[in-house]
């Protein structure tokens, strides 16, 4: 099922200091042959590499063995670890970002997760996105990658609540709600943020990761109905899955 035929130089060790306790999901993000990908990841002067990667037709590739550091995420947060690369497993999913995941491809990822999962021990909650991890900087697996259909396979967090009320509310001018208890939310499910009380450039970067994971009817980084009722949700599983 998993092809060992491609090989990456771009790894090395694990730092010790953190457990393997995420998976963060990718796409290639380019209109290329799966060749070019391959070429990419084979080249050391590229630098990135990925454990794994799953071409269209649904087959898996390991670029990486999972004992060691694939250089996927770059510089990362995640829940106060700075090093993701240290503490995770990344897979790619070839796609450009501007078409539908193939269900031969979400059929393959489906079964790696489950696999990895029971391999080493990562808990359901710690399977991510890449724009979850870098918020200044990625946005992928993006607004189309369908996380809910990862969860009714019991991978990942999602919220069922109403994804479609977008009134807006504004931060302490209506006492609907503080900034403060936003951001700590935030904060808490995972996502680097500095409590400032504010509503700052970081704060809506945060929201629109938020958003394209959790509500990607509109990814617009403003707190409405929607946003803060499915933010409590998300939160709140989180806090359970954690202490569970
Ligand atoms: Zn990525």
Redesign the pocket.
């Known amino acids: 099922m998993i092809s060992h035929k491609y090989k990456s130089p771009n790894f090395n060790e694990r730092n010790l200091s953190s457990a393997l306790e995420y998976i963060?999901i990718?796409?290639t993000?380019v209109k290329a042959p799966f060749s070019d990908i391959c070429k990419w990841f084979e080249k050391s002067s590229s630098k990135v590499s990925s454990h794994y990667v799953i071409d269209y037709d649904g087959k898996i590739y390991s670029f990486v063995d999972i004992k060691y550091r694939a250089w996927?995420?770059g510089k990362s947060y995640w829940n106060g670890n700075k090093d993701i690369n240290s503490a995770s497993i990344g897979i790619?999913i070839h796609n450009s970002g501007d078409e539908d995941f193939l269900k031969d491809q979400l059929e393959s990822l489906i079964y790696l997760i489950k696999f990895l999962m029971n391999e080493c021990n990562i808990k359901y909650h710690n399977v991510i996105g890449?724009s979850d991890v870098?918020v200044n900087r990625?946005i992928?697996p993006g607004k189309r990658f369908p996380w809910q259909t990862l969860f009714m396979e019991g991978i990942g967090v999602f919220s069922n609540r109403d994804s479609y009320n977008y009134s807006r509310l504004i931060p302490r001018e209506d006492n609907q709600f503080f900034i403060e208890d936003i951001q700590q939310m935030l904060k808490n499910i995972g996502y680097e943020l500095n409590i400032t009380n504010k509503f700052d450039d970081d704060t809506i970067r945060v929201i629109r990761a938020f958003q394209r994971h959790w509500r990607s009817s509109r990814v617009n980084g403003l707190i409405d109905i929607s946003t803060k009722d499915i933010l409590l949700d998300i939160h709140s599983q989180f806090n359970e899955a954690r202490v569970a």
């Open positions: 963060i990718h796409y993000g996927h995420a790619e890449h870098s990625k992928d």
